[in-house]
Each structure stands twice: as structure tokens, then as C-alpha cells.
């Protein structure tokens, strides 16, 4: 209130400072909440549980698996999207976000339904009874979610890349599938692997439409997020605990590794 | 010039706050937890009680199990009403049941899609080679516990456990699986294949493999308002309440006839 324009600097940053400090707070509250409610040898102890292994086990190995098919399918869907134009491409692109905005049990039960037995296409039934309740429909369910991002972060990239190295190159009398690989990929691999990086984090979270369409089995469909759930519904907090800081903990390695990259 | 910049916003920054915080100060509101397979009678009691007394009764309905760790979590609530006796006695023992009723019993079946209706027939069709079977996780849900004791009496666990295909976390889950024919068969609540004929055909389990899971009304201490908590816990028991639950395929307590 005694802020005359010159004076405003110093009030200003703290003024501002003061929310920053409250949002930095919550989030380290949260972390400490969960850090401090197990003492190490506790925590040492639910790590070394056989139920937390296998999640471990399972959850690294199905997002990784995901995160490979959605890079497979994201990047070519991503690149036309980015370099063509066609009719009906703003629906397309619409289209591909709501997954970003539907929530994750939403997702799964549409899959569930699309693979059950009651399914609106009866061949895709024939093929569900594969991937229904098992670690496949895991990586259904992860893939689904983890493709949206890639898709999302790859188009950015591509079309951040100016089109003037491909039109040389075009008239320079490359194929554009050489253009592809020599020009766009290289120069769009940064943004790329940062939005793998966040895709992989979403996949190794993902907790809603794995629930529906792959169950909460223990010791078969128990990922990381899963073992939370089932044992906060038993009381066994401290494996929820153990499990739950395992990912923030590889979900904090995975955001700096992308800063990391983002500055190289 | 300042000032009358900044009167505007802390005014509406107060009108948000007060917002936030009157309906909970004047709140004349009821917490209830509540075992997710309880869901429609539950709520539909707690619209008749709504409407007689203007209390308002919010539900957290989910596994009986997840909503006891939730109010271990918590500490607050004033009703709770989970599939099974087994959630009270827990209560019970830490010192945090006020009163106590029985409601209904919430008794299993055995539920077989009607495309499989012709090839089990009985409990031990359950191990024949490629049956889809569903049970609920035993910990998480009240019949996913009844369900384990069933399968340890037939005698036959070895050879039907192999055939688990999925486990759920709510009764209401497990149900939408073998409605939708994703599983051949379930153990789920008898109200819930009651009430859907059309999609499931119900086979019967053997009486002596398990012992009737009682739906109870608790009452905790930690009540805020343990008249209203007292007055909604009499209101699922009584007869108008039984009518409801009735209607939803669940067998009063007292009313039984065995």
C-alpha cells in the first residue's frame, strides 16, 4: 500500500515469494507426511517384502513395456499430425487429447468394455480374453494413457523443428523418409524424450483403468500403485507407504533426468 | 490508487473463504462410511431420513476394508456401516463403537453367466480345467473373507484356485464382471444376483461352509452430532428400513426364519 512504482521491487518479490512458499511447503509437507511415517527399519522391512518386489518387478517391466509400444505407435501418428494437413484433422486432434483429460477409471472401464464378453464388436472379445485380467491388459491400460502424451509432446516437437532444413533437403533430392530420419527425428529428439520421460511416469502411476480392466489381483496384477490401494484397504500401511515412496522417488528421478536433458 | 485496488480482493477472497467454511460451521451433516455393496439401500434410507429430519447425510461408500483404513486414517465420522461384522468387532476392540445394530445378512452366491449356466452346475464345477472364476480380494472386501472360507470348506481349493481369474476390490466390481460375462462365475452377494436375474444364474452353496456375513450399524464415538448418528443408525433398522433393504435383495436380520 505504500507501493509507489520505484519502491516496488523488493515488496514485490516477497509479496510474490509468499505463495511460492506456500505452494513449495504443501508439497514437501506431503513428502515428509509420507516419508515420516515410517521409521527406516520399517521402511527397510516392507521394501524387502515379497509383495513389494513383485510390484516393483511388475510395474517397471509393464511401463516399460508400454512406454516402448506408445513411442512405436506415438511418434509416426504424431509426425503426420505435425507435417500434413487434411479434413477432419482438428476432430483427429481433439480426439487424441481426451484421454489427457478423461480420468483413468473412465478409460478403463471403456476398455473393459470394448475387450469383455459383452463387447459391441464380438472379435475384439476373442482377443480380450488375452489381455482381460492379465499383465497384457496392464499394458493395454498403460499404453493407452502413456500413447496420449507421446503423441502430444512429439507433435510439439516436430513441429518446432523449422521447415526450412526439410525443404532443402527436399530439393537437395532426399526421399522423405530420409528427411525423416536425418532431419525431423535427430532435431526433434529432446522434446521427444522429455514427453517419454513424463509418458513413462504416467504409466508407472497408473493406477484407475489398470484397476478395471486388469483387476487387483496380488502377485498378478499388482503394480506399484496397486499395492497401495489393496494394502490401505487391509491397513498394512507401511507396504502402501514403502511402495508409495518408491515412485515419488523414481518420479523425482525422472523429472530432473528431463531437466537434465533439457539443458544439455 | 492502491488501496482501492487491493479492497475488491481481499473482500472477494474473504467471500470465498466464508463460502468454504459456513456450510460446515452451520453443518447439521452426518459422515457415514459405508462397504460399497451396501450402496443402494444406504442411500436410499438416507434420502428418506433426509427428507424427514433435513439432515444431511454424506456417504463415502468402498471396500469394507479401504473405508476402515480410511477412518483409521481420518478419525472422523459418525456412522459406519461396513458388510460385516468382522469391520465392527475391529472397532469394537480399539474402543470406538458407541452402539451397535444388526441390520441384514449379506450372504454370498455363487453367480454363473447364463452362457455358462449349462456347464456349472454345482459348487465343484468350480474345478473343472478353463473355468473363469472371480472372488474379491479377502482382505479388501467383506465377501471376498466368505468367499475364502467357502473355498477352504469345499475342500476342493487346490483345484479351484488355479482357475482365479481376477480378484476385485469391491463387491459391486466383482459383480459387473460376471454380469458382463468377463468371468463365468463369482462368489458374489446374494442381493446383488437377486436383483439381476436376467444376467446370472445363481448356484447354491453348501450352508455349512460358511457362516452368514451380518451387516451391522455402528454408531462411533467419534460422532459430532451422536443424536442425528443415533436417529439414522434406528432408521436403517427399523421397519421402514427393512422394507428398503428388502426391496434391494437383502434378508432383515430379525425377520429371518431359520
Excluded at chain 1, 478395471?212 to 502377485?219: L, W
Excluded at chain 2, 480399539?94 to 452346475?121: F, N, Y
Aim: with cysteine; glycine share 8%.
Amino acid at each position: 500500500m505504500s507501493g509507489r512504482a520505484p519502491r516496488l521491487p523488493i515488496p514485490l518479490d516477497v509479496l510474490l515469494a509468499v505463495p511460492l512458499l506456500i505452494i513449495a511447503a504443501a508439497i514437501g509437507l506431503v513428502i515428509l507426511g509420507l516419508g515420516a511415517r515410517l521409521t527406516p527399519h520399517e521402511l527397510f522391512r516392507a521394501l524387502s517384502e515379497a509383495e513389494t518386489l513383485f510390484a516393483l518387478r511388475l510395474s517397471f517391466s509393464t511401463s516399460l513395456i508400454s512406454l516402448a509400444l506408445s513411442l512405436l505407435l506415438g511418434v509416426p501418428a504424431a509426425y503426420l499430425l505435425a507435417r500434413r494437413r487434411f479434413r477432419g484433422m482438428a476432430l483427429v486432434d481433439t480426439l487424441l487429447d481426451l484421454p489427457l483429460v478423461m480420468p483413468p477409471l473412465v478409460a478403463g472401464l471403456g476398455l473393459l468394455f470394448v475387450i469383455g464378453r459383452s463387447s459391441p464388436l464380438p472379435p475384439l472379445a476373442e482377443i480380450g480374453a488375452v489381455f482381460l485380467f492379465s499383465p497384457a491388459g496392464m499394458v493395454l491400460a498403460q499404453t493407452f494413457i502413456a500413447t496420449t502424451i507421446i503423441v502430444r509432446s512429439a507433435k510439439a516437437a516436430f513441429e518446432a523443428v523449422d521447415p526450412g532444413y526439410r525443404d532443402v533437403a527436399g530439393t537437395l533430392g532426399l526421399t522423405p523418409a530420409r528427411v525423416f530420419f536425418a532431419i525431423d527425428l535427430p532435431l526433434a529428439a529432446g522434446g521427444i524424450v522429455s514427453g517419454a520421460i513424463l509418458a513413462w511416469a504416467r504409466a508407472l502411476g497408473e493406477f484407475g483403468a489398470t484397476l478395471m480392466v486388469a483387476g487387483a489381483t496380488r502377485f498378478r496384477t499388482e503394480t506399484l500403485p496397486m499395492a497401495i490401494y489393496l494394502n490401505m484397504a487391509t491397513g498394512e500401511v507401511e507396504v502402501a507407504v514403502a511402495c508409495a515412496l518408491v515412485l515419488l522417488v523414481t518420479a523425482f528421478a525422472l523429472l530432473l533426468m528431463m531437466r537434465g536433458l533439457k539443458r544439455a | 490508487m492502491a488501496k482501492r485496488h487491493f479492497l475488491p480482493g481481499v473482500a472477494l477472497v474473504l467471500a470465498l473463504v466464508l463460502v468454504l467454511v459456513a456450510p460446515r460451521a452451520m453443518a447439521d451433516e452426518l459422515h457415514v462410511y459405508a462397504g460399497a455393496g451396501l450402496r443402494q439401500p444406504v442411500s436410499a434410507i438416507a434420502d428418506l431420513f433426509k427428507a424427514e429430519t433435513g439432515t444431511n447425510v454424506v456417504i463415502e461408500f468402498g471396500g469394507s476394508g479401504q473405508i476402515m483404513a480410511r477412518y483409521a486414517e481420518a478419525g472422523e465420522g459418525d456412522v459406519f456401516v461396513p458388510g460385516s461384522t468382522f469391520y465392527s468387532d475391529k472397532l469394537e476392540a480399539k474402543g470406538l463403537v458407541r452402539s451397535m445394530r444388526l441390520l441384514v445378512e449379506h450372504g454370498p452366491v455363487l453367480a454363473v453367466t447364463k452362457a455358462k449356466a449349462g456347464e456349472i452346475t454345482t459348487f465343484s464345477d468350480l474345478a473343472k480345467p478353463g473355468v473363469r472364476l472371480g472372488l474379491g480380494d479377502p482382505e479388501a472386501m467383506a465377501l471376498g473373507r466368505t468367499a475364502e472360507d467357502i473355498l477352504k470348506a469345499s475342500g476342493m481349493a487346490e483345484k479351484i484356485l488355479p482357475n482365479v481369474t481376477v480378484r476385485a476390490a469391491t463387491v459391486k466390481q466383482l459383480a459387473l464382471y460376471v454380469f458382463d460375462g468377463d468371468v463365468d462365475a463369482a462368489i458374489i452377494a446374494a442381493s446383488d444376483a437377486a436383483m439381476n436375474p436376467d444376467k446370472v444364474t445363481v448356484v447354491a452353496i453348501p450352508k455349512e461352509w460358511y457362516t452368514v456375513e451380518i451387516v451391522p450399524v455402528v454408531v462411533l464415538t467419534t460422532a459430532k452430532e451422536p443424536d442425528a448418528a443415533e436417529a439414522f443408525a434406528e432408521k436403517l433398522a427399523s421397519d421402514e428400513g427393512r422394507a428398503v433393504w428388502k426391496r434391494f435383495g437383502f434378508t432383515p436380520v430379525a425377520s429371518d426364519g431359520e
